[in-house]
């Protein structure tokens, strides 16, 4: 069992930046590959970015790509979402999420989730 809390989400204005946070307990946390997805009202949970379990590799949606950084620290059993240049469109729950097989862009890949923090970016 891994247990993952999200942090980090606020409001903030058009072209701000937030970093959010997503600290695991449990099984060990360099095992998973971690990712984050966004749900939007009425929307469908989407695929936002993910790094691999040694962070040697990321993958990003082309909607963030060149404005979010996906990281993690192994050592504090923690992963980040460092998000800039944030639009009104980002306005999402966002939450991390963890898969023993690898790094992937698909909801069903993930074997654990948190529990979601709010972003609003007001425009």
């Known amino acids: 069992q891994v247990e993952l809390v999200d942090s980090g989400g606020g409001l903030v204005q058009a072209g701000g930046s937030l970093r959010l946070s997503c600290a695991a307990s449990?099984?060990?946390?360099?095992?998973?590959?971690i990712g984050w997805f966004r749900q939007a009202p009425g929307k469908e949970r989407e695929f936002v970015a993910a790094?691999?379990?040694?962070?040697?590799?990321?993958y990003y949606a082309d909607s963030v790509k060149g404005r979010f950084t996906i990281s993690r620290d192994n050592a504090k059993n923690t992963a980040y979402l460092q998000m800039n240049s944030l639009k009104f469109e980002d306005t999402a729950v966002y939450s991390c999420?963890?898969?023993?097989?690898?790094?992937?862009?698909?909801?069903?890949?993930?074997?654990?989730w948190g529990q979601g923090t709010q972003v609003t970016v007001s425009s």
């Open positions: 449990g099984r060990t946390f360099s095992n998973y590959a």
């Open positions: 790094i691999s379990w040694s962070g040697g590799r990321t």
């Open positions: 999420a963890a898969a023993f097989d690898g790094s992937s862009s698909y909801v069903s890949e993930y074997d654990y």
